[in-house]
Protein backbone atom coordinates (compact mmCIF):
# COMPACT_ATOMS: atom_id res chain seq x y z
CA UNK A 1 0.00 0.00 0.00
CA UNK A 2 1.35 3.61 -0.68
CA UNK A 3 1.73 5.63 2.01
CA UNK A 4 3.78 8.04 4.33
CA UNK A 5 4.32 6.34 7.70
CA UNK A 6 5.24 8.46 10.95
CA UNK A 7 6.79 7.62 14.20
CA UNK A 8 6.18 7.83 17.09
CA UNK A 9 2.05 9.61 16.62
CA UNK A 10 2.07 10.80 20.33
CA UNK A 11 5.09 12.52 22.16
CA UNK A 12 5.35 14.06 25.52
CA UNK A 13 8.32 15.01 25.98
CA UNK A 14 10.00 17.78 28.15
CA UNK A 15 12.31 21.01 27.52
CA UNK A 16 15.52 20.08 25.89
CA UNK A 17 15.57 16.59 25.56
CA UNK A 18 16.52 16.12 22.26
CA UNK A 19 13.77 13.95 20.04
CA UNK A 20 13.74 12.97 16.00
CA UNK A 21 10.20 12.12 14.47
CA UNK A 22 10.65 9.79 12.10
CA UNK A 23 9.16 9.37 7.81
CA UNK A 24 9.15 7.47 5.41
CA UNK A 25 7.17 7.17 2.24
CA UNK A 26 7.74 4.15 -0.02
CA UNK A 27 5.92 5.58 -3.27
CA UNK A 28 10.10 6.45 -4.96
CA UNK A 29 8.49 10.33 -4.01
CA UNK A 30 10.69 12.99 -4.89
CA UNK A 31 9.86 15.85 -2.67
CA UNK A 32 9.39 15.80 1.13
CA UNK A 33 8.00 18.17 3.45
CA UNK A 34 6.92 18.68 7.10
CA UNK A 35 4.71 20.80 8.45
CA UNK A 36 2.96 22.14 11.74
CA UNK A 37 -0.71 22.76 12.33
CA UNK A 38 -1.73 24.72 14.67
CA UNK A 39 -5.43 25.94 15.58
CA UNK A 40 -6.40 28.82 13.42
CA UNK A 41 -3.23 29.02 11.21
CA UNK A 42 -3.67 25.95 9.22
CA UNK A 43 -0.35 24.08 8.08
CA UNK A 44 2.74 26.42 8.00
CA UNK A 45 5.87 24.58 6.29
CA UNK A 46 9.15 23.76 8.29
CA UNK A 47 11.40 22.20 6.03
CA UNK A 48 11.32 20.83 2.69
CA UNK A 49 13.59 18.64 0.31
CA UNK A 50 13.51 18.84 -3.33
CA UNK A 51 15.62 14.90 -3.34
CA UNK A 52 18.30 13.14 -2.04
CA UNK A 53 20.99 15.54 0.28
CA UNK A 54 18.79 18.74 -0.97
CA UNK A 55 16.97 20.27 1.72
CA UNK A 56 15.81 23.99 2.57
CA UNK A 57 13.88 25.99 4.78
CA UNK A 58 10.83 26.28 5.15
CA UNK A 59 8.36 29.48 6.90
CA UNK A 60 8.86 28.19 10.14
CA UNK A 61 12.56 26.66 10.41
CA UNK A 62 13.41 27.95 13.37
CA UNK A 63 14.19 24.86 16.02
CA UNK A 64 14.46 22.23 13.97
CA UNK A 65 16.87 20.45 11.73
CA UNK A 66 16.31 17.97 8.94
CA UNK A 67 18.24 15.43 6.76
CA UNK A 68 17.66 13.74 3.31
CA UNK A 69 20.28 10.68 3.19
CA UNK A 70 17.83 8.46 1.28
CA UNK A 71 15.02 9.39 -1.09
CA UNK A 72 12.34 7.57 1.41
CA UNK A 73 13.23 9.06 4.65
CA UNK A 74 13.07 12.52 5.89
CA UNK A 75 13.60 12.71 9.70
CA UNK A 76 13.01 15.85 11.94
CA UNK A 77 15.19 16.30 14.54
CA UNK A 78 14.37 18.80 17.51
CA UNK A 79 17.91 19.48 19.48
CA UNK A 80 16.22 21.44 22.32
CA UNK A 81 12.25 21.46 21.92
CA UNK A 82 10.66 23.64 24.22
CA UNK A 83 7.14 24.60 24.63
CA UNK A 84 6.10 26.45 22.11
CA UNK A 85 6.95 23.55 19.58
CA UNK A 86 3.79 21.77 21.13
CA UNK A 87 2.23 20.96 17.55
CA UNK A 88 0.55 18.39 15.59
CA UNK A 89 3.61 17.50 12.60
CA UNK A 90 2.57 16.10 9.03
CA UNK A 91 5.06 14.69 7.07
CA UNK A 92 4.27 14.83 3.44
CA UNK A 93 5.51 13.91 -0.44
CA UNK A 94 4.95 14.12 -3.84
CA UNK A 95 6.37 12.99 -7.02
CA UNK A 96 7.69 16.31 -7.94
CA UNK A 97 6.94 19.89 -7.11
CA UNK A 98 8.56 21.21 -10.35
CA UNK A 99 6.22 24.37 -11.58
CA UNK A 100 5.34 22.80 -14.61
CA UNK A 101 3.64 19.57 -12.20
CA UNK A 102 0.62 19.78 -10.38
CA UNK A 103 1.64 16.73 -8.31
CA UNK A 104 -1.06 17.00 -5.31
CA UNK A 105 0.57 15.46 -1.95
CA UNK A 106 0.58 12.82 0.27
CA UNK A 107 0.58 12.61 4.04
CA UNK A 108 1.33 10.99 6.82
CA UNK A 109 -0.87 10.51 9.88
CA UNK A 110 0.16 13.21 12.23
CA UNK A 111 2.76 13.21 15.61
CA UNK A 112 1.10 15.01 18.13
CA UNK A 113 4.15 16.26 20.63
CA UNK A 114 4.24 18.06 23.75
CA UNK A 115 6.89 19.85 25.38
CA UNK A 116 6.46 19.85 29.07
CA UNK B 1 1.22 39.21 0.56
CA UNK B 2 0.37 35.16 -0.64
CA UNK B 3 -3.00 34.29 1.41
CA UNK B 4 -5.36 31.68 1.00
CA UNK B 5 -8.75 32.23 3.14
CA UNK B 6 -11.14 30.24 4.19
CA UNK B 7 -13.51 32.37 6.14
CA UNK B 8 -15.72 30.30 8.17
CA UNK B 9 -14.22 28.51 10.89
CA UNK B 10 -17.20 26.17 10.92
CA UNK B 11 -20.30 25.09 8.46
CA UNK B 12 -23.44 22.94 9.96
CA UNK B 13 -25.50 21.75 7.72
CA UNK B 14 -28.07 18.70 7.99
CA UNK B 15 -27.75 15.20 6.52
CA UNK B 16 -28.86 15.68 2.53
CA UNK B 17 -28.66 19.46 2.21
CA UNK B 18 -25.85 20.92 0.08
CA UNK B 19 -23.04 22.01 1.14
CA UNK B 20 -20.59 24.72 0.58
CA UNK B 21 -17.15 25.59 1.77
CA UNK B 22 -16.22 28.48 1.21
CA UNK B 23 -12.21 29.41 0.06
CA UNK B 24 -10.96 32.48 -1.50
CA UNK B 25 -6.50 33.12 -2.71
CA UNK B 26 -4.64 36.14 -3.22
CA UNK B 27 -1.45 34.73 -5.34
CA UNK B 28 -0.20 35.92 -8.44
CA UNK B 29 -0.44 34.06 -11.71
CA UNK B 30 -2.58 31.10 -12.56
CA UNK B 31 -1.60 29.20 -9.22
CA UNK B 32 -3.32 25.25 -8.83
CA UNK B 33 -5.52 24.86 -6.67
CA UNK B 34 -6.20 22.12 -3.66
CA UNK B 35 -8.69 20.91 -1.78
CA UNK B 36 -8.14 18.48 1.14
CA UNK B 37 -9.94 16.53 4.32
CA UNK B 38 -8.65 15.63 7.44
CA UNK B 39 -10.61 12.82 9.32
CA UNK B 40 -10.28 12.75 13.07
CA UNK B 41 -7.02 11.10 14.08
CA UNK B 42 -5.37 11.00 10.49
CA UNK B 43 -3.67 13.02 7.80
CA UNK B 44 -4.86 14.99 4.92
CA UNK B 45 -6.32 13.25 1.89
CA UNK B 46 -6.17 15.04 -1.36
CA UNK B 47 -9.64 15.43 -2.74
CA UNK B 48 -9.56 17.43 -5.79
CA UNK B 49 -7.20 20.00 -7.73
CA UNK B 50 -7.96 22.50 -10.55
CA UNK B 51 -4.72 23.03 -12.87
CA UNK B 52 -6.71 24.62 -15.99
CA UNK B 53 -9.79 24.07 -18.36
CA UNK B 54 -13.15 23.80 -16.98
CA UNK B 55 -14.23 25.18 -13.71
CA UNK B 56 -16.40 22.64 -12.00
CA UNK B 57 -13.60 20.16 -11.08
CA UNK B 58 -14.95 16.77 -9.46
CA UNK B 59 -13.35 14.63 -7.04
CA UNK B 60 -13.35 12.08 -4.23
CA UNK B 61 -16.27 11.02 -1.88
CA UNK B 62 -18.91 13.07 -4.63
CA UNK B 63 -17.14 16.75 -3.62
CA UNK B 64 -16.76 19.11 -6.13
CA UNK B 65 -15.20 22.78 -6.37
CA UNK B 66 -15.80 25.46 -8.76
CA UNK B 67 -12.94 27.66 -9.89
CA UNK B 68 -13.80 31.73 -10.25
CA UNK B 69 -11.08 33.56 -11.75
CA UNK B 70 -12.80 36.89 -11.26
CA UNK B 71 -13.46 36.34 -7.67
CA UNK B 72 -10.22 34.11 -7.00
CA UNK B 73 -12.12 32.08 -5.09
CA UNK B 74 -12.21 28.06 -5.37
CA UNK B 75 -15.51 26.89 -3.23
CA UNK B 76 -15.99 23.12 -2.38
CA UNK B 77 -19.77 21.74 -3.15
CA UNK B 78 -21.45 18.16 -2.59
CA UNK B 79 -25.11 18.24 -3.47
CA UNK B 80 -26.18 15.93 -0.45
CA UNK B 81 -23.88 16.11 2.47
CA UNK B 82 -23.42 12.62 4.76
CA UNK B 83 -22.77 12.39 8.37
CA UNK B 84 -19.15 10.65 7.08
CA UNK B 85 -19.03 13.74 5.45
CA UNK B 86 -17.93 15.91 8.87
CA UNK B 87 -14.39 16.55 9.14
CA UNK B 88 -11.96 19.12 9.06
CA UNK B 89 -11.22 20.60 5.39
CA UNK B 90 -7.95 22.60 3.89
CA UNK B 91 -7.86 24.39 1.16
CA UNK B 92 -4.34 25.09 -0.90
CA UNK B 93 -2.66 27.11 -3.24
CA UNK B 94 0.18 26.67 -4.93
CA UNK B 95 2.88 29.83 -4.84
CA UNK B 96 5.38 29.60 -7.79
CA UNK B 97 8.91 29.95 -6.73
CA UNK B 98 12.19 29.43 -8.37
CA UNK B 99 11.01 27.39 -10.77
CA UNK B 100 9.04 24.71 -8.04
CA UNK B 101 5.30 24.63 -6.34
CA UNK B 102 5.01 25.97 -3.11
CA UNK B 103 1.52 24.63 -1.22
CA UNK B 104 0.40 27.59 0.79
CA UNK B 105 -2.65 26.39 3.36
CA UNK B 106 -6.23 27.93 4.63
CA UNK B 107 -6.78 27.61 8.49
CA UNK B 108 -9.16 25.11 7.44
CA UNK B 109 -13.13 24.61 8.30
CA UNK B 110 -14.87 22.24 9.80
CA UNK B 111 -17.63 20.84 8.78
CA UNK B 112 -20.32 19.04 10.89
CA UNK B 113 -23.38 17.45 9.71
CA UNK B 114 -26.04 16.53 11.32
CA UNK B 115 -28.63 13.95 10.67
Known amino acids: EAQVTQNPRYLITVTGKKLTVTCSQN?????MSWYRQDPGLGLRQIYY???????DKGDVPEGYKVSRKEKRNFPLILESPSPNQTSLYFCASSLSIWTRDANEQFFGPGTRLTVL | AQSVAQPEDQVNVAEGNPLTVKCTYSVSGNPYLFWYVQYPNRGLQFLLK??????LVKGSYGFEAEFNKSQTSFHLKKPSALVSDSALYFCAVTMFSGGYNKLIFGAGTRLAVHP
Open chain 1, 27 to 31: MNHEY
Open chain 2, 50 to 55: YITGDN
Open chain 1, 49 to 55: SMNVEVT
